[in-house]
């Protein structure tokens, strides 16, 4: 946050109470401190992919697939010594750190297809699965420079390392997959689909989850049903059912100590995390129907999908019991919460000429979230930033919701002094029922949805068609959305929090939503 100034009593010069370094603001820095700091980053990134294809028979296709995504980062954050208000550093201090992460996937799949009659084909596949995610940070700090001008990390008087576990873990995951495919007539498919996996996040007394997949799609003009036309150039209606999950963090289930230095000075530990040997992933079931359409030869794309899901075991983080002798948070699998909505799409080319093409596609997605079932009576806080500005979980409002004591009224005193404050009545972690009673014991009410409720695009490229210069032969030109692209949000109440939440576009615009790889 850069804070300015909010009235003339903080004008530099003026002498009044508000003309302080930090300008009349209680949080916040202002916009001079943030010229002193020197913030450096740089990142190497490399990927990796190989694709090897076997056919031993013309029913028989083998496939493996191998990749790696690896990432090197060097970053730094420098505070001289001297006048920097609001960062709480006034000796100067310096923050170093190298995270590295590695991504290695593979992937062996076997498909076998068959004509079982000329109206009839079958597709049969399976295949294994192979995911690994590793991130390590070192990092390092050194407080208090002697003199303006130092900018090391060894010259500061307090030197300290860190490389917290909770930033060095390595994930793995192992699936295994099957799948049938059925084509009639090239027009109708159904498709049937089992996937299991297996984490090492997963609870010690949990092993193995299982997420089974249908879905059917229908092109209707490949049907025969009716002729195409110039207004209706393909339809096609499809749903599907299928099962999802979202696994663990690393170290989530597991019970873990710190370092610590005990009364004597001799080294010793100290508990961190109780872990939880049940815990296992969320479980998604989702139903979606829609379909796709095009009109005008093609010429306008139509996509609409309605959608459900349903979550069970959701994965929170609550307070540990203060009799297990571990401070903090613990995550357990409590709860169910649905999201729903619509999606629609409409992609068109109303400029479609010989030396020139313009597209535009414009977007909708609409969702709405609820927690149905906590598992406990008390409302569960979120950690982290969430905490902070009173997010909670409770039963019967979306996820991440705010929840605070509302003023309704007050008596000012003086300037800067006020008495007689009166809040808004109703039930506690509830709902308000436009009474006013005094704060002192009035109850937290429901403030806000911290996720929007839809979110649109509108975007366009103009383009030249390859092969039909403009400009007599010379380099082709490209002027990629040409359009502002834009979005409209609704329902976000605390939009300036918008990234501490979730908060996704078409086709992923689902709140929390947790998908596991199907089969393909």
Known sequence: MVRGCPNNSCREGTGLAGDEPGRGYLAGVTAEAFKEIEGLDNIDRGRLGLTFTHTPTRWLTHRLTLGGDFTNNESSDYFPRGSNAGFGFP????????????FVTADYSATGTANLSKRLAVQSSAGVQYYRK?????????EGFPIRGVNTVSGGGLRQGFEDPNFNFENKTVGL??????????????TGALRGDDNSAFGVNYNFVVYPKISAAWVVTDAGLFRRSNLLSTLKLRAAWGSAGQQPNSFAAVQTYGPSVGGSGTPTVTPLNVGNPDLKPEVT?????????????DRVTLEATYYKKVTRDGIFSALSSPSSGFPGNRFINIGRFTNHGFEFAVDGS?????????????????????????????PIPNTGVGQLVGAYNVAGFPMGSFFFQK?????????????????????????????????????FIYSGNPTPTWLSSLSGDISRIPGRPLDGGRQPWRCPHFLQRFQGRRGADRPHLRGLFPTRGVRSHRAHEGRVRQAP
């Open 285 to 297: 079931r989702e139903i979606e129907a829609g379909f796709d359409a095009s009109l005008l030869r």
């Open 407 to 443: 003023v309704v009224s007050a008596t000012l005193v003086a300037p800067g002094q006020v008495s007689n404050v009166m809040c808004e009545g109703g039930t506690n972690f509830g709902k308000g029922d436009g009474s006013a009673v005094p704060c002192a014991g009035a109850p």
């Open 134 to 142: 590793k991130y390590t940070e070192i990092s390092g700090q050194g």
């Open 350 to 378: 109303p400029i479609d000429r010989e030396r020139l093409r313009l597209h535009l596609r414009a977007t909708l997605a609409t969702n709405k979230n609820r927690i149905d079932v906590l598992g406990q009576d008390t």
């Open 91 to 102: 000796q100067g201090i310096k923050f170093v750190a190298n995270d590295q992460s590695a």
């Open 177 to 190: 997959y099957g799948q049938e495919q059925l084509a009639w007539d090239n027009s109708l498919f159904l």
